[in-house]
């Protein structure tokens, strides 16, 4: 079955890059999404990659996607105390057509 | 992007009643979906709402305990039935707009007492 995995926490200094990892089973996933949710809040939808792309840029942050192994990262550049939250990756299944999410990982950024 | 809005966005009910949450799309949207989030997990989806149809439900979910409409192509309801303290969670609405971008709603945070 589909299986998304994340560490589950990460601390960064403010400025510094944070980098959050993920990966997965599904070798038919046609998207993989970045999502984060603040505290008290929905999913904010960050960004998105197709699966035949390496990378993608979006200001500060970096999409990259290693198909063959099956790892996907998100990079936020400059992180800022307002980017802590938990972010979650989701893989849209091609055979499923159904997004799976991931465990989610607290980034705390620390001033 | 896609606006997603749901009512109510919080609400504590007693147990053995039953809540039903709304949640209202934009045109854009192609596709609804229902997840729950329970305190300090992850994402987990109840079912795919289709419009004038049955919900298609995952496993562990039924219609019995949470119908599901979707009467037109930008509105659908979930009801979680017969609550009980175990149901406390959020209740994410989510919509597939163009070209694959999914989005959610803010959530209907659920405390049964």
């Known amino acids: 079955g589909e299986d998304v995995e994340q560490s589950l926490f990460l601390s960064v200094r403010e400025g510094d890059s944070s980098v959050i990892n993920c990966t997965y089973t599904d070798s038919s996933s046609t998207y993989l999404y970045w999502y984060k949710q603040e505290p008290g809040a929905g999913l904010q939808l960050l960004t998105y990659i197709f699966s035949n792309m390496d990378m993608k840029q979006d200001q500060r942050l970096t999409v990259l996607l290693n198909k063959k192994d099956k790892h996907l990262s998100l990079r936020i550049a400059d992180t800022q105390t307002g980017d802590s939250a938990i972010y979650f990756c989701a893989e849209l299944g091609g055979a499923t057509n159904k997004l799976i999410f991931g465990t989610g990982t607290l980034l705390a950024v620390q001033p | 992007s896609a606006v997603i809005s749901q009512k109510p966005s919080r609400d504590i009910c007693q147990r053995g009643t039953s809540l039903t949450i709304q949640c209202q799309v934009d045109s854009q949207v192609t596709m609804m979906f229902w997840y729950r989030q329970q305190p300090g997990q992850s994402l987990t989806l109840i079912a795919t709402a289709n419009q004038g149809s049955e919900a298609t439900y995952e496993s562990g979910f039924v219609i019995d305990k949470f119908p599901i409409s979707r009467p037109n192509l930008t509105f659908s309801t979930l009801t979680v039935s017969n609550m009980s303290p175990e149901d406390s969670s959020i209740y994410l609405c989510?919509?597939?707009?163009?070209?694959?971008?999914?989005?959610f709603g803010e959530g209907s945070w659920l405390t049964v007492v």
């Open positions: 989510s919509g597939r707009g163009p070209g694959n971008t999914i989005y």
